[in-house]
């Protein structure tokens, strides 16, 4: 069983019965975060009734049986990697989220490694996201975004900070490149018209001047 899982079991038999932000606390869909509580509820170790989480029998003599994780540690602000990558002709690479009951969009990124230098982590993620790999030289530092996402009812969601470099790509590059998930290819008309676009996706494509750095709350009732 995945880590996380464990831990998800290890929170509710601390409190059963618990929403989906305060049990999901400190992970968000970079962590595949939906997949594993999906699978907890397929392996029926978890019920969902409405919007509670619940432990069943099943799912405590599981967690047992596998050791309960040490759970005794704060709760941080996770750190990504985001990448604006454009082939210079006004085209922009999109993350979609189609595994949310509502699609969202946002930039392709990913968390660093612990002890990972920032510059294996560049060259590593932006490989995972488009698999292709490229120097170190060609990321250009363009924002540090701090974004808190809170529900309707004002619990706190994911928060994290992102560092957000821009690269630019060849034609050569961008023909070799297979694209992982939901992340495509549009153009900035196209961005323009979309529903649903986090804020980071305004502010590094479609404004004319891009801050170096920013600090907001958002409201998203981020749902299975």
Known sequence: MHQIQKILLARLTQQNGQRYSRLTSGYDFENNIVFHLKQLTK???????????????????????????????????????????TDGNENFLVKGHSSAKINFYNLPSGDSRFGEKMEESLVRLFENNTAIKIGTDRFVFISLHMKTTKTTNQEVLFDDAQAIYKVEVTKEEKEKMK???????????????MANCWPEIKMCILDNKILSYASYEIVSDYKL
């Open 43 to 85: 392996s029926e170790l978890v019920e969902k009734t409405g919007d509670i989480y619940k432990i069943t029998a099943k799912g405590m003599k599981e967690i047992y049986a596998l050791g309960l994780p040490d759970l005794d540690y704060p709760e941080r602000k996770l750190f990504y990697c985001g990448f604006v990558v």
């Open 179 to 193: 694209l992982v998930g939901d992340i495509s290819w549009c153009s900035k008309s196209e961005i323009e018209k």
